[in-house]
Structure formats: structure tokens, C-alpha cells
């Protein structure tokens, strides 16, 4: 197992000390070390960030126990040495991760976490530069990574996480801020690395579009809860994503209006818009039900 949840509470102490908020609400969950690719969807507000941060002991819980590989966080362990070990096997992109970025250049920014997990720099070095290959930011290293625009900024602090390898990826609403074709490129490049190498994603997104196209299971939360866990076809293909206000992915309303107008039956496991091409493509006189 990579990531298991055993009935984890975690609260916030108010301003005033006896004030007590619950953020996350006796939490269990199941996470695979390989080849998950899971979207956390719900409100702002619903404990999504919270959650992902006890994933890499960001956050120790107020009750219950959270297992990262083989190491147990369990409440009131600060001091736990595991934890820097859960940090660097599983990778915290954080939202808006370009505000950390703090080096004079970027290929010193790149090397900041590899070193610090106690790699040698000129291996830092090597990680550093292949990994802005990958992200098509080479030709940036020397630069001041406050010169740049914010699609390269955020590639800048992604390249930060992935320089130091970790097995698991955690990131937090990615494609916030950015522009479409920006959000595409990351998008793809997360996606090649999860293809590629089997790392289990878990992102937070807004956006019902990348879930279809790129989750295979969701996790959907509300008030601290999770109140649905399972494969994305289940979310919309049911009313489950009416019932947690969740958008419906724009793939699946234009099969509906081609299904509804044209009399077609296209299935709900088109999940990008090649996918529905190469099928109205295919389709032959007399496929529509009529
Ligand atoms: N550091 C904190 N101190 C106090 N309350 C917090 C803190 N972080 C989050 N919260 C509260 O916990 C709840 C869940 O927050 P969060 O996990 O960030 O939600 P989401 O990521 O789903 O928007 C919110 O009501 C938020 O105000
Ligand atoms: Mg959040």
C-alpha cells in the first residue's frame, strides 16, 4: 500500500484558544504506491489541501493514524525522523507553487530540494538539468527565476519536486491560474510522467474537464468528509456529481446533445475530444438509433 488513511480527524485551533474547527472528519482511505491517477474534487473549504497534506506528513493528525509506505504518522509526533523520508517520497506541489521559488537562478532553485534530501550537488545538478529538459525550461537555468513569466515560474517549481524523484505526486489545483494552452502543457507532462513510470498522482482540481480526461478515480469531499470514492465513469454517468455540485465534464454534454439531436449512441468512455472524434469518424450510415 502507498498511502492509507485509518480514521483521521484534524482539527484547527481557533483564534481564540477554545475555539476548535474540523477539517478533516474520521478520514479512511486506500491509496495504491503505483499507477493511480486520482482527482480530489469538492468545495473550497471541504479539507481537499488538508487532506493531502497529512499524504506526506505535512500535517500530523489529531486522531487516527496515517501510513505512507512503511512508515505510521501518528498524532503528537513532531519529531518523528520518518518524516523527512515520507517527504521525499511523496512530492507536495503546492497551489500557486511559483510564490516559494527564492534562489538567484533557477538551476539553483531546481537543486535546492534534491540537496536538501542529501544529494550530492553535482547529481542535483544532472537531476536539475534533465528534468528541465522534460519541462522545456533549459534555456532558463541561468536566469533569475523572479524574471519569468508565470507559466515558466510555476514549470520552475514543478521542476523543484520532480528533481528529487519522489514516488508519489501530490498537487494542488495545478492548473490554477494558468492560461489553456499553459494548463494543457503541464497537464501532459504529468500525465507522460504517470504514464511512463507508474507514479500514483492525487491532484485537487476545480476543473471537471482534467478529471474526465486524466483521473481514473475521484475522491469527492464535503464538510470534512469524504462522501464518494470511486471510478469517474460512476460520478457522471449517475447523479453523483449533480448531488456534490460538481460540474458536468464538457466531453460528456456535447455526446449527450450529439446522442439527444443526432440520434447517435456514443458511450461515456470518450474522454477527450480525439477520443469522440475517432468515433464519429467510425461511424457508419444507419448507426443512429433512429
Ligand atoms: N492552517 C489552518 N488553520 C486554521 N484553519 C484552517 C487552516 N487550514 C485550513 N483551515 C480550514 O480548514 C477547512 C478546510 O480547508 P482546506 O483543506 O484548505 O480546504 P480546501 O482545500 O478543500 O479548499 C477550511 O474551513 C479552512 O478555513
Ligand atoms: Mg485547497
Redesign the pocket.
Known amino acids: 500500500m502507498g498511502i492509507s488513511f485509518k480514521e483521521v480527524t484534524?482539527s484547527?485551533?481557533?483564534i481564540k484558544k477554545k475555539e476548535i474547527?474540523?477539517?478533516?472528519e474520521n478520514i479512511s482511505l486506500d491509496i495504491d504506491e503505483k499507477n493511480e491517477f486520482i482527482a480530489?474534487v469538492?468545495?473550497?473549504?471541504?479539507?481537499?489541501?488538508?487532506?493531502?497534506?497529512h499524504m506526506n506528513g505535512l500535517y500530523l493528525p489529531t486522531a487516527g493514524n496515517v501510513c505512507v509506505f512503511d512508515s505510521i504518522i501518528t498524532p503528537n509526533q513532531r519529531k518523528n525522523p520518518k518524516l523527512k523520508k515520507v517527504r521525499k517520497r511523496v512530492g507536495y506541489v503546492f497551489?500557486f507553487p511559483e510564490y516559494q521559488l527564492f534562489e538567484e537562478t533557477v538551476l539553483k532553485d531546481i537543486m535546492f530540494a534534491p540537496i536538501n534530501f542529501g544529494m550530492k550537488p553535482e547529481e542535483a545538478k544532472a537531476k536539475a538539468i534533465s528534468v528541465a529538459k522534460l519541462l522545456k525550461i533549459e534555456k532558463l537555468l541561468n536566469k533569475s527565476p523572479f524574471n519569468l513569466s508565470g507559466g515558466q515560474m510555476r514549470k520552475v517549481a514543478i521542476a523543484g519536486i520532480l528533481a528529487y524523484d519522489p514516488d508519489i505526486l501530490l498537487l494542488?489545483e495545478p492548473t490554477r491560474g494558468l492560461d489553456p494552452l499553459g494548463a494543457k502543457e503541464i497537464m501532459e507532462i504529468f500525465y507522460k510522467i504517470h504514464k511512463e513510470t507508474g507514479k500514483t498522482i492525487i491532484m485537487?482540481t476545480h476543473d471537471m474537464n482534467l478529471v474526465y480526461q486524466y483521473a481514473t478515480r475521484v475522491v469527492v469531499?464535503k464538510d470534512?468528509k469524504i462522501t464518494f470514492d470511486g471510478k469517474k465513469e460512476e460520478v457522471f454517468g449517475s447523479n453523483i456529481y449533480k448531488d456534490n455540485n460538481l460540474a458536468k465534464p464538457e466531453i460528456l454534454e456535447l455526446i449527450d446533445y450529439l446522442n439527444e439531436k443526432l440520434h447517435l449512441n456514443i458511450s461515456y468512455d470518450t474522454y477527450t475530444l480525439d477520443d469522440l472524434l475517432v468515433k464519429l469518424r467510425n461511424l457508419k450510415v444507419g448507426d443512429s438509433n433512429e
Do not use: E, P
Open positions: 484534524h484547527f485551533r481557533g474547527y474540523t477539517a478533516l480530489v469538492g468545495k473550497t473549504g471541504s479539507g481537499k489541501s488538508t487532506m493531502l497534506k497551489q494542488d485537487i469531499m470534512a
